[in-house]
């Protein structure tokens, strides 16, 4: 057995997946073998999670049922929006988005049964519910009455009517699906694998995703679309950007948005949500974020050739939208629950236990000293 050591698991292959790759072809993200701007074109996000959850795209029935099963499970417990509530209102709301994960542990009737059938039944309350707790944290820790989920909207537009009171324009909409569609799921990723390793001691599905949601805060994952936003806000003009990108060069700066671990010659879910971030710009008459946006990016790609990955887009799209910086990633949770539950179910049925071997690099073997004689 070789103990070469391989940081990162840096180009090691540990399992199959059927729910996702990146085709080197066509340089693009498929989920089920088709390619996400495709998706995002055609689809919305409820029928590219009901894709990732099944294997299929539903047809106008199946997708009737499951928009039902979600809308039925939107509303949260009075225990639950309590907790909500008490939360301290400076937690960042990715803690809070894990502790509401476990808390919908603690109270599902299913919690310890793994079954294929009973897995799937929890993934709908987790899904369904989690955006309602996460747009009452938003509400609650500004003292805002907590506004309930509403039946008859989608995904997208529930989720801006619990935050706001009210639901935006449809480009607005739709640009805000296509990032639910851009994040819905991405292989063997930091949070997915974190999922995958909980799930192979046999471990229940709340317990996967509340690990996977505290992998994702990291800012070299998920947390880096808030990181992005930080970085525009220190930026403050576009007059700035080329010295503040040409300074940050120099200082060996990790430029956050940038950089990926699969796409070296950039990531295929850009180009469609610049494309939306750019809409959403118009829109508002902002063109101070997309100066920013293209000024650091051609500098990158020049002097580095290191390309944006999609949290770049995302991060000035949120803030256009009226998100708090600190709620980007928790969108990303609302949406990458579909990735990490058909990854969990994937685990469950060819389950091997996740163990892989370290080089030991400690102190030679030696001998207990008794306490007095330390
Ligand atoms: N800014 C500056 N230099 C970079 C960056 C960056 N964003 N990304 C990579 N590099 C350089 C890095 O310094 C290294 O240079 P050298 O070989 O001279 O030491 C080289 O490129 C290779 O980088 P690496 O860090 O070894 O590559 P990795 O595959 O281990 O890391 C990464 C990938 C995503 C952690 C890294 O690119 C990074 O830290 N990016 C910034 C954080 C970020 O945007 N994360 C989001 C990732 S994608 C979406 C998601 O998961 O949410």
New binding site residues.
């Given amino acids: 057995m070789s103990d070469e050591v391989k940081k990162?698991l840096?180009g090691i292959v540990v399992d199959e997946t059927t729910i996702s790759q990146v085709m080197p072809d066509i340089n693009s993200l498929t989920y089920r073998g088709y390619a996400v701007q495709d998706l995002c074109e055609k689809c919305n996000f409820e029928e590219v999670a009901y894709l990732v959850l099944n294997g299929e795209l539903p047809n106008k029935n199946q997708l009737k049922k499951f928009k039902n099963q979600i809308e039925k499970n939107r509303n949260i417990s009075i225990n639950l929006r309590e907790i909500v509530k008490h939360m301290p209102k400076k937690s960042h709301p990715m803690d809070v988005a894990r502790t509401i994960v476990s808390v919908l542990g603690l109270e599902d009737k299913e919690t310890n049964d793994n079954s294929p059938k009973a897995n799937m039944r929890k993934v709908i309350r987790i899904f369904a519910k989690t955006p309602t707790a996460i747009a009452a944290f938003f509400r609650a820790r500004k003292s805002k009455k907590i506004i309930p989920p509403k039946k008859n909207l989608s995904f997208a537009e529930n989720f801006f009517y619990m935050c706001f009171g009210k639901v935006p324009n449809k480009d607005i909409v739709k640009a805000f699906d296509v990032s639910l569609i851009l994040y819905a799921e991405?292989s063997f990723?930091?949070s997915t694998f974190t999922a995958r390793t909980i799930t192979s001691s046999l471990s229940d599905i709340h317990g996967a995703i509340t690990g996977a949601i505290a992998s994702?805060k990291g800012?070299?994952?998920?947390?880096?679309?808030e990181?992005?936003m930080h970085m525009m806000n220190k930026i403050k003009k576009p007059d700035n950007a080329l010295k503040w990108i040409n300074n940050a060069?120099k200082k060996?700066?990790?430029?956050?948005?940038?950089?990926?671990?699969v796409y070296k010659k950039g990531?295929s879910r850009v180009p469609t949500m610049e494309k939306y971030f750019k809409k959403v710009s118009k829109i508002n008459g902002d063109k101070k974020f997309i100066k920013i946006y293209d000024i650091v990016k051609s500098v990158?790609i020049e002097r580095?050739n290191?390309h944006p990955?999609?949290?770049?887009p995302t991060g000035p799209t949120y803030h256009l939208m009226g998100f708090d910086t600190d709620f980007f990633t928790p969108i990303?949770v609302i949406s990458r629950i579909t990735g990490w539950s058909a990854h969990i179910i994937e685990q469950h049925a060819a389950n091997k236990l996740i163990r892989p071997l370290s080089k030991y690099s400690g102190p030679d073997h030696r001998k207990v000293m008794l306490l007095n004689q330390r």
């Fill in positions: 990162g840096l991405h990723n930091v994702l800012p070299l994952h998920g947390g880096a679309n990181e992005v060069l060996k700066e990790v430029v956050m948005g940038f950089g990926h671990r990531d990158m580095k290191i990955n999609v949290d770049y990303f």
